[in-house]
């Protein structure tokens, strides 16, 4: 419906198509959740910019499809640096949405990837995610430190 009253470049319409994917990624319907995905992000990319808010938050969404229901770790994270990439140059890297993908992406480099020098690096960068205020609960704080360590 929405999208035939207002259009597939509308706002509305891509919030609405980003959140069909987010009940099928949730109802573990991976490849309905990424189409619906690279629809929103092909149009928002269009539309509102490759580094609006919004078009990185699917990209992060995708990422998560990519990796937890594909078991794709390459596109998995290629898809988290796209997010971190343009939320750090449309955002800032102090900005709470970069951060958050920031946390994303050393959850998936440690217990994903398991790999000690790309996890090392991404700490270099972001060295407030083994703060208190870094975003990371205590234990994986922890686990970080040892794993990078």
């Not at 619906?36 to 998560?64: C, F, W």
Request: glycine share 10%.
């Amino acid at each position: 419906g929405q999208r035939r009253v207002l259009g597939e470049e509308h706002k509305k319409t891509l919030d609405s198509l980003n959140n069909m994917g987010v009940i099928l990624a949730m109802m573990k319907d991976y490849g309905e959740a990424l189409s619906y995905y690279q629809q929103v992000k092909r149009v928002g990319e269009k539309v509102i910019g490759k580094s609006h808010p919004d078009t990185l938050g699917t990209i992060m969404n995708m990422a998560a499809v990519y990796g937890d229901g594909l078991g794709d770790k390459v596109k998995e994270e290629e898809m988290y640096m796209l997010a971190l990439d343009g939320y750090e140059r449309s955002l800032g890297k102090e900005h709470e949405d970069t951060k958050r993908c920031a946390r994303n992406m050393a959850i998936f480099l440690c217990w994903k990837l398991r790999s000690k020098e790309k996890t090392q690096a991404h700490i270099k960068e972001y060295p407030a995610l083994l703060k208190d205020s870094g975003g990371l609960e205590r234990q994986f704080q922890e686990h970080l430190r040892n794993f990078i360590n």
